[in-house]
């Protein structure tokens, strides 16, 4: 049987997807297995910044309601699923774990998806059993008494099963975080457990990356646009948003035009604002910027890709990076002294550092895929 629940569907909240992010998100060593050299390549860390729970959560309102209303449905016996996705650092994890404070009536499993264990099989549904005290062989005693086809459908089992014996009297919340990251096998376990409730008082929550939503089974997806099911997708902060985020973080009266730059600068993108404002002089804020740098963390990651692309690729992104966000191939080549500008464009494209723009006229339009990679890029050059 499928989730049938009686709650009325809510609506999916959804925001602006982009190839952009996904470049810049490869750039920085989100996804795995992208060309160049990403950080899950080169040993080098990926962006990440300490958080506390005291740290200033700004915005999210109607992501917020999303869950409460998720949870209240479920509460009442219509099992909920939740797919709460967003670029790397938009706050996913952070929202979800907001809501999760305000909520300790209720029994939680909770698992992270972690690249190096994509291939461990379980891993991940280990985890959630851990997390409620029961013992991980339970999980291998199930996967090993059974033909390996039928392995997702006895860990699965396990999984209703237990979740039947702890909503009796409080709700179960099940977070996947990083569920791109996670293992087939615990992926399928669950959509397998998740399509089997009817009444019982759970809510599944995912967590993902936008741009990896293809590594999750589609039946996620269909369930999350069903009745009982609902996307929420975290859009960028806006400039109120990000205005009240920097003086959450100390940084006070920042003048509206810098506000203004630091939310272009970084799209709005929480993990990235926070980078920016930790690296850079607090007396540095009060005088006049035209541009503003790029987290270290990133810069190295830009650097790295711009050294491994060969020289005719490097030029045409430093000269492109002295003309703007957006300029013409033509005008790029002929600034760099490149006469192979196609061929160098097509190097620029393979390192993700340019993104080409077509137009109606036919010329070549060619563009960061993100304002970080083109601060990167200028920070590198010599003055």
Known sequence: MTMTASAIRCPVVRGRQSAARSTVASVTGAVPGSTGLAAAHDGEPQLKIARSSAEPFVGREEARAELQSALAAARAGHPQVVIVEGQAGIGKTTLVQRFLDDHRDVHLQRANGEQWEALVPFGVADQLFRTVGQAGTSVYAARDNVLPVEEPVSVGSRLLMLWGEFEDDEPVITVLDDAQWADLD????????????????????????????????DGFRRLGDGPS?????????????????????GVKALPPSVVRLLQ???????????????????????????????????????HRRLEACPLPGRQLVEAAAVLGLHTTLATAAAVAGVSESLTALDWALRSSLLAAVGSGDGVVGIEFPHPLIRAAVRQQLSP
């Open 186 to 217: 615990s992926l399928r376990a669950i959509l397998f457990a998740i399509r089997r409730v009817v009444a019982e008082r759970v809510l599944v929550l995912l967590v993902v990356r936008s741009e990896d939503m293809q590594r999750i089974p």
């Open 229 to 249: 099911g609902r996307i929420v997708e975290l859009e960028p902060l806006d400039v109120t948003e990000v205005q009240a985020l920097t003086e959450g973080l």
């Open 264 to 302: 272009e600068h970084t799209e709005g993108n929480p993990l990235y604002i926070r980078a920016i404002l930790e690296e850079t002089p607090e007396g540095d804020w009060s005088t006049w910027k035209s541009a503003l740098p790029a987290p270290a963390a990133f810069r190295r990651q830009v």
